[in-house]
């Protein structure tokens, strides 16, 4: 009896061992001569006037043909869809001429009617089209058709860098959207099954060639599968159902560099920033002792002295982050200022600064002239290790000087709720993402009036005088005519937050990205999006 | 006359807790920080007037029986309402999930309950019920299942049905074993093994018989496993299903998704509760 109860069991193992077989399969589809990479999230919109999340972006840059593209390699501006264009002496009046026999993805004809409606379109969408807002006054715009392959832009008045406000503007049929569907880019919005994966097919009325005349773009499609988890986009970079990662955290740089050295690349320093700053905000709820703390600058500056920027780039990112002392990036060399002094590591002086400025040591605890001892909170985002460890390592840098530092990670609506409404919050540590190299695009964070100037938001009036002279020097440079009055503008406003530090750089993290070996024609840049800016050149090898 | 008061009654208990789940969690997600906020809020790109329409759609959101009201009438109206975070109706984003968790589910219930019955059926030949079946069972119970799942994506093998396969197989298997082992000492199968009556009938006809019922609660609680693993299983495997939705619902504070994720699971508990208690009601009777 015993024996036919351990038989069944057996037969029920086999069956069991069968039914295993067939749960863990996972296919993979992929098809003939198509690239595929990972996307976050479902694009949360297809229309390319409404794009305003990075997916959607990514969707949008695959598939919209563009007047003007910005080369991510060399930074300058070219031509795309336009064959040429001019802008007139005085900024205000943009002339395009289109490339002759250009065709929509269904073969339907485009000419400069399509592409002023696409314009006009996102000049009205307003609010819901960010990148009206690049127009600086979008309501003064008027945008002509004067022939079939003519396009003039009249504006209200000069934009700095225009051209590049362009490579952000979908050209698309007039009076039909088609949410992707109907394109002028390189691909068209072939299938979009939600949370799994957008399929996007060759155009085949693509007009541009590359230098020997070839058809591009040279792959057939480009598979975007949603995929969340960054262990799961390594898990299908290895198995090859992806060609590349962007946005490689150190660690999934180090793995993947020791199972595959030949796919890694480290591109050196990225035009973002990580920085902590102190509530300055005198609506905020904190005692007013805190308060004077955080507006001294003499505070501050020890802050930066004390913080070892080197051991974060070492420990927290494997050596993959370069310390940061401004908010541009030596990795943008048109704007970087080289002749930066900014207050170096130095506890020495970080300790003697505050003596200086009426702190003493009551043991080991820094106190204020008035005896309260400096203890204050660090906020970042849950969910980051990278911050968690920065603010891991700044808490131990700062100890060193006595002051006392705990670490408080939230979600990021909690967090916006503390930093964006209540004010309730000492220290924040958070970065930025820099998705244009020039500065113009950092005004809102800059100008004291502006909500997002974080240690103290939407100031009536300059609260300092040092607030009031980088609110002139960004006015200067964005209206400014001369490239060199620009530059200086520029200089001296990394010049006065190196001095007077409200944020306090820590380090400018490197572009870690992944490429498949089986991946042509890939040149990462710095700049977003890294790795398929030049997507028509990319292809499987094999089959181009 | 019975049996429509009993299902009166079950209607009117299902009734009250989708009632209470949706003033619990609409009254949860207000009261969660920053449910107020918007992520545009940081942009640095949005202008004044988009910023002041965000703080009219706040002021909107503020009250507790406005929030509930607007919830109600969606409900109301078939769509379960507009999505926060995706800006669709939130019946689009579950109806082709559902099918996912739904796969998911049902092929981690099949390979749980394959691996707990050959499990129990090989235990239950033993006198004793000895460590080397009870420890690997109190082992997996014991690891949480985000671990489990982690675990398996580092060793690069196993997905998410394997993971909650195993869980729902180590919770099963102690209930299965003991359910046999009680079944197998019953006098008439002793007396049937002792007549030498064959393997397959006896399992066809007799123990089948007599765990039948236990069977049947046990499958509800196997769901009810299967359902608390789904959120964390989800989200770490990168599966489109409703519990990877309901993780995203919740970091970005999106009450219509919430709140129809967790009405589905409460009706799904409710169901599974009222199918695993049926057939014991069926045999008092």
């Known amino acids: ?544 | 006359m019975k049996a429509l008061s009993r299902l009166l009654r079950s209607l009117a208990r299902t009734l009250a807790l989708v009632l209470l789940v949706m003033i619990g969690s609409t009254l949860l997600v207000r009261l969660a920080p920053g449910y107020l906020s918007d992520a545009r809020e940081m942009d640095a790109r949005y202008s004044n007037t988009v910023r002041e329409e965000l703080a009219q759609e706040a002021a909107r959101s503020h009250s507790l029986p406005r929030m509930l009201a607007r919830e109600a009438n969606s409900w109301l109206h078939g769509d379960a309402g507009i999505s926060r975070q995706f800006g669709v109706p939130v019946r689009e984003l579950i109806r082709p999930r559902l099918a996912v968790t739904g796969g998911l589910l049902l092929r981690s219930l099949l390979l749980g309950w394959a691996l707990a019955l050959t499990a129990a059926l090989v235990a239950s030949t033993r006198r004793k019920s000895g460590i080397v079946w009870q420890a690997p069972a109190t082992l997996l119970l014991a690891i949480p299942t985000a671990a489990m799942a982690t675990l398996c994506l580092l060793a690069g093998s196993g997905g998410p049905v394997f993971v909650m396969a195993l869980l729902i197989a180590a919770r099963d298997f102690k209930f299965l074993c003991r359910m046999l082992r009680q079944a197998w000492l019953e006098p008439h199968l002793l007396q049937a093994r002792a007549q030498g009556i064959r393997m397959r009938r006896l399992l066809a006809v007799h123990v089948a018989a007599a765990i039948g019922a236990q069977l049947a609660a046990l499958a509800g609680l196997s769901l009810v496993t299967a359902l608390s693993a789904l959120v964390p299983v989800e989200v770490l495997f990168d599966v489109p299903g409703v519990g990877q939705l309901a993780w995203n619902a919740a970091m970005n504070r999106d009450l219509p998704v919430l709140l129809a994720v967790t009405l589905l699971m409460a009706l799904a508990v409710t169901a599974s509760g009222m199918l695993g208690g049926q057939p014991s009601e069926w045999e008092r009777a």
């Not at chain 1, 005349?213 to 960054?230: K, T």
């Not at chain 1, 370069?322 to 970080?350: C, E, Q």
């Not at chain 1, 009551?362 to 400096?374: F, Y």
């Open chain 1, 1 to 544: 009896m015993r024996r036919g109860r351990v038989l069944a069991g057996f037969l029920l193992a086999i069956l069991t061992a069968m039914a295993a077989k067939y749960c863990l399969a996972q296919a993979a589809m992929r098809l003939p001569g198509e690239l595929a990479w990972n996307i976050g999230y479902d694009p949360k919109t297809f229309d390319p006037a409404k794009v305003d999340d990075i997916d959607s972006e990514t969707v949008r840059y695959l598939t919209g043909g563009v007047l003007l593209r910005f080369n991510r390699l060399t930074q300058k501006v070219e031509p795309q869809l336009a064959e040429s264009w001019n802008v007139s002496p005085d900024g205000k009046t943009i002339t395009f001429r289109l490339r002759a026999g250009l065709k929509f993805s269904d073969g339907s004809a485009l000419t400069s009617r399509d592409a002023a409606w696409s314009i006009q379109r996102v000049l009205l969408l307003g609010d819901s089209a960010p990148v009206s807002a690049e127009f600086v006054a979008p309501d003064g715009v008027h945008v002509d058709a004067p022939d079939a392959r003519t396009v003039i832009v009249h504006l209200p008045q000069r934009v700095v860098e225009i051209g590049k406000v362009f490579d952000e503007i979908a050209i698309e049929p007039a009076g039909r959207l088609s949410e992707g569907r109907v394109t002028s880019g390189p691909f068209y919005v072939a299938n979009y099954l939600r949370s799994q994966y957008v399929r996007l097919r060759r155009n085949p009325y693509y007009e541009l060639r590359d230098a020997d005349g070839s058809v591009l773009p040279r792959a057939s499609g480009v598979l975007l599968d949603i995929v969340e988890n960054p262990e799961e986009q390594i898990r299908l970079f290895l198995r090859g159902d992806s060609d590349v990662i962007d946005r490689l955290s150190p660690e999934y740089y180090e793995m993947l560099r020791q199972r595959n050295p030949g796919t890694v690349r480290d591109l050196g320093p990225s035009l973002n920033t990580e920085q902590m700053w102190f509530n300055q905000s005198p609506a905020s709820p904190l005692p007013a002792w805190e308060k004077a703390w955080f507006r001294n600058q003499a505070f501050r500056v020890a802050v930066s002295q004390a913080i070892h920027r080197d051991d974060i780039a070492r420990v927290v990112y494997l050596g993959h982050a370069t310390p940061a002392y401004s908010f541009i990036s030596p990795a943008n060399t048109a704007w970087y200022n080289r002749n930066l002094a900014p207050p170096r590591t130095d506890v020495a002086a970080a300790r003697a600064g505050l003596l200086r400025a009426g702190f003493r040591l009551q043991g080991a605890q820094l106190v204020d002239a008035d005896g309260h001892p400096v203890r204050f909170s660090i906020l970042t985002n849950a969910g980051n290790d990278e911050r968690l460890k920065m603010a891991t390592l700044i808490q131990q840098d700062l100890s060193a000087v006595g002051m006392q530092v705990n670490v408080v990670t939230l979600d990021f609506p909690a967090l916006i709720e503390r930093l964006m409404h209540t004010q309730d919050y000492e220290a924040c540590l958070l970065g930025l993402e820099n998705v244009d190299a020039d500065p113009n695009e950092m005004m809102n964070i800059w100008l004291s009036s502006s909500p997002n100037h974080q240690w103290s938001p939407s100031e009536k009036t300059p609260a300092t005088a040092w607030e009031a002279e980088i609110d002139k020097e960004m006015n200067l440079q964005a209206t400014s005519r001369s490239d060199a009055v620009r530059k200086a503008a520029v200089d001296r406003v990394q010049q006065i937050v190196a001095d007077e530090e409200p944020f306090i750089y820590l380090v400018y993290p490197n572009v870690l990205v992944a490429v498949s070996t089986r991946l042509e024609g890939a040149q990462p840049a710095v700049l977003e999006p890294e790795l398929w800016w030049n997507v028509e050149d990319l292809h499987l090898r094999g089959t181009r």
